[in-house]
């Protein structure tokens, strides 16, 4: 059974930095795609960022492109989610997901893709 733990979430001030992580356990196979997601009060989980299993390509949503950097280390089970130049409009419970794939460059952006995700961070960012 896969087991995704997220950390880092926390309140900080618009303009600031953040670093999530995403450690995996349980997993049998390293074959796995990964993404953060958000999800804010009143509205929809939306996708935030994607990379392949083998860290070669990453997709970003357009809000958050050039402000945050989604990176992995497989050696370690763990993914990261750089956040810079943060703004209230980031504030949500961020949660990452896994897929498994046969394709190592390939990244999701769909929700419905993975199979795997964890409880969620908050992060919360003042103005």
């Known amino acids: 059974q896969v087991q995704l733990g997220e950390s880092g979430g926390r309140l900080v001030q618009a303009g600031g930095s953040l670093r999530l992580s995403c450690a995996t356990s349980?997993?049998?196979?390293?074959?796995?795609?990964m993404g953060w997601f958000r999800q804010a009060p009143g509205k929809e989980r939306e996708f935030v960022a994607a990379?392949?299993?083998?860290?070669?390509?990453?997709n970003y949503a357009d809000s958050v492109k050039g402000r945050f950097t989604i990176s992995r280390d497989n050696a370690k089970n763990t993914m990261y989610l750089q956040m810079n130049s943060l703004k209230p409009e980031d504030t949500a419970v961020y949660s990452c997901?896994?897929?498994?794939?046969?394709?190592?460059?390939?990244?999701?952006?769909?929700?419905?893709?993975?199979?795997?995700w964890g409880q969620g961070t908050q992060v919360t960012v003042s103005s």
């Open positions: 990379i392949s299993w083998s860290g070669s390509s990453t």
């Open positions: 349980g997993r049998t196979s390293t074959n796995d795609a």
């Open positions: 997901a896994s897929k498994i794939t046969l394709y190592p460059a390939a990244t999701f952006r769909a929700s419905r893709d993975y199979a795997y």
